[in-house]
């Protein structure tokens, strides 16, 4: 594993844990299988903001069946400081999700309140059926159960960046996954 060092602008050490390969890989998987699960239907992703961008838009191109999309954002984050019990939903789907086919798009599911709440609300919308996508799954995080029926990677309980995930709004533009040195 490579190690990279801060630098003038203030960033962090990190290693790299996932190139760029093996989730372009890992991307291409999950856009055949979710393919084959809704051969012949059509579907809607709604991306949690901001953490899917980067996956949301690698996946879509992968899924052979119409799509629409949509985009959500939650936070569990205040001032740098976590708050599990604490989920702010802002913005909201603007379509009619009643009788489709809903899967919402995480970057990463951590403590799994983010995308309960998130399904829980999409639920009251009367969809056909909502499934969740996540590139990353902390499962050793989880705090509330979750159903994610297609994960990319399953992980530890990391700090991990890249490919849409920050610390503190930096390193979302990285092109693979990388953890965070403690130190």
Known sequence: MKSVEGNKAGLKPFELMLDQKKISQRVIQL???????????????VGV???CIVFM???????????EIEFISAASYRHGIRRE???????????PLKGRNVLVVEGIVDTGR?????????????????????????????RVDIDIKYKGF?????????????????????????RMIEG
């Open 49 to 51: 903001l901001k953490g």
């Open 31 to 45: 856009g055949e299988r979710i393919s084959a699960d809704y051969t012949g239907e059509s579907l809607v992703l």
């Open 154 to 178: 399953t992980i530890g309980n990391e700090f991990v960046i890249g490919f849409g995930l920050d610390n503190a709004q930096l390193y979302r533009n990285l092109p693979f996954i990388g």
């Open 85 to 95: 019990d604490d989920v702010v939903i802002g913005g909201g789907v603007s379509i």
């Open 114 to 142: 983010t995308a309960s709440v998130i399904v829980e609300k999409i639920r009251k919308m009367e969809p056909a059926s909502v499934e969740v996508v996540t590139l990353l799954d902390k499962p050793a995080s989880h």
């Open 57 to 67: 838009a690698d996946l879509m191109r992968y899924i052979k069946v119409p799509v």
